[in-house]
């Protein structure tokens, strides 16, 4: 275990080791984002990860005009699912979205702002997404380095207390779950 893994959650190591497996591919960094709709229906949407902000909490950038960040004022309550399919393995991530003050979550956009490339920009700068196409409109390929953060560029700070582990690569299947209220204690299940 390295010094940067002590103290961490069981499952984030277990999270970690999952994601190593899947190498430099895109594809270990996307999850899905499960939040409540106005009607009280599941609504749900993948997104890229975007970095750990401490041992159970995990940052996400959005646009402040989506759908999702209207659920999100709404109603925080959150449930991620990442699927690592090197690692045969399910982590269901439940929580919900941390507050930040103005000043923090200013800093901390910011910071994801200066790091996204040119290309990887240019989304905050089209038309309010999920609204009827807007031909006409601004659709920018890259929004070069030096350009003023939009409004529109959104930080999502999610706060992870519950946790479920779903491996398949054992005959039965491994599942297993833990809880911050315990102090992530592993409780095994029936998978
Ligand atoms: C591979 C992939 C990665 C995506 N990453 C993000 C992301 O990091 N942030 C985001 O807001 N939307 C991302 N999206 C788009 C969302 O899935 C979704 O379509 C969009 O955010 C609108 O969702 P909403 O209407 O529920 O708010 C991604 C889509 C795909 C297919």
């Known amino acids: 275990m390295s010094p940067a893994d002590q103290g961490l ?80 393995s399910q982590f269901r991530l439940r929580g919900h979205r941390h507050n930040l003050d103005q000043g923090e979550r200013m800093q901390r956009q910011t910071h994801h702002w200066l790091r996204l490339q040119p290309e990887a920009r240019a989304l905050w700068g089209w038309p309010p997404p999920g609204q009827e196409l807007d031909s006409a409109g601004d659709w920018p390929t890259a929004i070069p380095d030096g350009t003023t953060m939009p409004d529109s560029f959104a930080l999502l700070r999610l706060e992870i207390t519950h946790v479920e582990l779903l491996e398949l690569r054992h005959s039965p299947h491994r599942r297993r779950c833990w809880g911050s209220e315990d102090g992530w204690q592993e409780v095994a299940l029936n998978p």
Do not use: Y
């Open 9 to 88: 959650p069981p499952w984030r190591l277990l999270l970690k080791q999952a994601r190593l497996k899947e190498g430099h591919s895109p594809m270990g960094r996307w999850l899905q984002l499960a939040s409540i709709g106005p009607d009280g229906s599941p609504r749900v949407r993948t997104l890229v990860f975007r970095g750990w902000w401490n041992h159970n909490s995990l940052e996400l950038l959005t646009d402040g005009r989506s759908a999702k960040q209207q659920q999100l004022q709404r109603d925080p309550r959150v449930e991620l699912c990442w699927l690592l399919p090197k690692a045969q």
